[in-house]
């Protein structure tokens, strides 16, 4: 389970990365069809890709970060509360995907696969930490 966790959060940090680059180097250009319903560029352009002036692309970086973080912590360490942690990260992920998700939908009216990328791997994420919690809570050590 550990390896797909850090597998996955390598990769979103990696497409966060990219979309973080993007926003902010004009010379670097999304690879993405430009249709009318799949269209990164109207997407990451878009009022809705900035929260109180901070574009969703950082918000996606910082929250890889902190998820690949915990998912390289090391196993020897983990208790109850650790695990705990990882999965309240995971489902805040999901409450956002799932605002991103209705925005690009109902707000922008198109989608940009790359955050489909990242949406995808977030949800995956939180189902194998869920997965993981329920089927591995009761060997954890309690919190020191």
């Known amino acids: 389970m550990t390896w797909l966790v850090?597998?996955?959060?390598?990769?979103g940090l990696g497409v966060a990365i990219y979309l973080t680059v993007a926003h902010y180097d004009t010379k670097v250009a999304l690879l993405c069809p430009n249709s009318s319903?799949?269209?990164?560029q109207e997407v990451t352009t878009s009022p809705e890709?900035?929260?109180?002036?901070?574009?969703?692309?950082?918000?996606?970086l910082v929250y890889y970060v902190v998820v690949?973080?915990?998912?390289?912590?090391?196993?020897?360490?983990?208790t109850v509360s650790f695990e705990g942690l990882r999965l309240v990260v995971a489902l805040g992920g999901v409450g956002f995907v799932l605002y991103l998700v209705y925005a690009e939908i109902v707000e922008i009216g198109a989608i940009c696969l790359w955050c489909t990328s990242v949406h995808v791997i977030t949800i995956i994420?939180?189902?194998?930490?869920?997965?993981?919690w329920m089927t591995y809570r009761d060997r954890l050590p309690a919190p020191r």
């Open 6 to 11: 850090r597998v996955l959060a390598l990769g």
């Open 37 to 40: 319903t799949i269209n990164c």
């Open 49 to 60: 890709s900035e929260i109180v002036g901070i574009p969703v692309a950082v918000l996606g």
């Open 68 to 78: 690949s973080i915990l998912a390289w912590w090391p196993r020897a360490r983990a």
């Open 125 to 132: 994420i939180f189902l194998t930490l869920l997965y993981a």
